[in-house]
T-cell receptor, first 116, second 115 residues
Framework: NAGVTQTPKFQVLKTGQSMTLQCAQDMNHEYMSWYRQDPGMGLRLIHYSVGAGITDQGEVPNGYNVSRSTTEDFPLRLLSAAPSQTSVYFC???????????????FGNGTRLTVT | AQSVTQPDIHITVSEGASLELRCNYSYGATPYLFWYVQSPGQGLQLLLKYFSGDTLVQGIKGFEAEFKRSQSSFNLRKPSVHWSDAAEYFCAVGRSGGGADGLTFGKGTHLIIQP
């Protein structure tokens, strides 16, 4: 059971480049989300999804796009990378709404992104 | 909107000593409260959670937390820490009906274990 898998683990981009961070889960979870983690800022929600075909914005959505064509996959797209997007990105999934905690949030191991 | 405050950015504890990490929350109704741990280079793992009932909850790895409504607190404790407990700890608050955006994390406390 792989859980939540994120690729790549590390990425360096130049300002203005675009890329997609991949996230896949094999637990048949409906709820998936993307967080960014910055020093002293904790985790902040970028985008989330409550099921295939349904996505919505979180706290810090600007500069990012998501789609959810299948239950398993939830890619995060950076349209035009900026140095302010240098961060560690975490994908997470859960069977029930994460705020209610009936089932725990399962996190991937993160993608460390540097934008120069 | 709900919010979480973790007053201590760093805490240093000697191995074998007791530990208490502080967490204060702001939420109008009875909150759902969580503690997560993040080991270096890893994602977050759930330590324990509080929904209702007994205000002292037990978690994995020997951790416990106590919900105190009067103080809006949910402090994490461990009687005797081990070097492997060195990690980042996050308190989080959730809300009923909050959906996927219904979980708010604190900024984290970095725990350092001295030999």
């Amino acid at each position: 059971n792989a859980g939540v898998t994120q690729t790549p683990k590390f990425q360096v981009l130049k300002t203005g480049q675009s890329m997609t961070l991949q996230c896949a889960q094999d637990m048949n979870h409906e709820y998936m989300s993307w967080y960014r983690q910055d020093p002293g800022m904790g985790l902040r929600l970028i985008h989330y999804s409550v099921g295939a075909g349904i996505t919505d914005q979180g706290e810090v959505p600007n500069g990012y796009n998501v789609s959810r064509s299948t239950t398993e996959d939830f890619p995060l797209r950076l349209l035009s990378a900026a140095p302010s997007q240098t961060s560690v990105y975490f994908c997470a999934s859960s069977y029930t709404p994460p705020g209610e905690g009936v089932s725990p949030l399962h996190f991937g191991n993160g993608t460390r992104l540097t934008v120069t | 909107a709900q919010s979480v405050t973790q007053p201590d950015i760093h805490i240093t504890v000697s191995e074998g000593a007791s530990l208490e990490l502080r967490c204060n929350y702001s939420y109008g109704a009875t909150p759902y409260l969580f503690w997560y741990v993040q080991s270096p280079g890893q994602g977050l793992q759930l330590l324990l959670k509080y929904f209702s009932g007994d205000t002292l909850v037990q978690g994995i790895k020997g951790f416990e937390a106590e919900f105190k409504r009067s103080q809006s607190s949910f402090n994490l404790r461990k009687p005797s820490v081990h070097w492997s407990d060195a990690a980042e700890y996050f308190c989080a608050v959730g809300r009923s009906g909050g959906g996927a955006d219904g979980l708010t994390f604190g900024k984290g406390t970095h725990l350092i274990i001295q030999p």
